[in-house]
Every structure is written in C-alpha cells, then in structure tokens.
C-alpha cells in the first residue's frame, strides 16, 4: 500500500483527566507554586554561609543548594502568614 503523504489524520490530542492538587498548592497563583529565588540573591546567601563555615573551599554545591532551599522555606513561611506582597 502506498503512503500518501496528503493524508489528513484526526486531531486526537487528549486532555488530562482533571487531578486532584496537593495541598501545598492549592490556592496558590502559577507565580507562587513555580517560585524560584533569585539567582544573585541565592549567591548571597550561600556566600554568607561559606564565610560562616570558615570559608572552606569544596562545599559551593551544598551552600547553593541550602541557600535555595531556604530562600524557598522562607517564601512559604511568608505566604502563609500572608507578609509578602502580594501585586
């Protein structure tokens, strides 16, 4: 049989079923679930800690990694308090 490339196929895009939100998101802007510090204010943060640990080289990965991860702790704690702005 001969493929002919002008053939039409039905559209069959398909919408996922509608699911059940997590807590920790429901109720909250696209803005806030995706939030994701900034990265200078990251490098702050994980640089005070590198400066609180004795400036030892070899843990840049992990300071980021707590920095962001705090950052993130506070932006909840902040929301669920209703302090941050919301705009």
């Known amino acids: 049989m001969k493929h002919n490339n002008h053939t039409h ?5 398909h919408k996922p079923a509608d699911t059940a ?4 998101v429901a109720g909250m ?8 510090p ?6 702050r943060k994980a640089y ?4 609180n640990e004795g400036s030892r080289d070899g843990h840049e990965v ?8 705090e950052l993130i702790a506070e932006r909840k704690l902040t ?8 705009t």
């Open 9 to 13: 196929h039905q559209d069959q895009t």
């Open 21 to 24: 939100q997590p807590a920790a």
């Open 29 to 36: 802007t696209i803005a806030e679930a995706n939030f994701t």
């Open 38 to 43: 900034a990265p200078e204010e990251v490098a």
């Open 48 to 51: 005070f800690t590198y400066v």
């Open 62 to 69: 992990q300071h980021w990694l707590q920095a962001e991860a």
């Open 79 to 86: 929301r669920t308090h209703a302090f941050h702005n919301r």
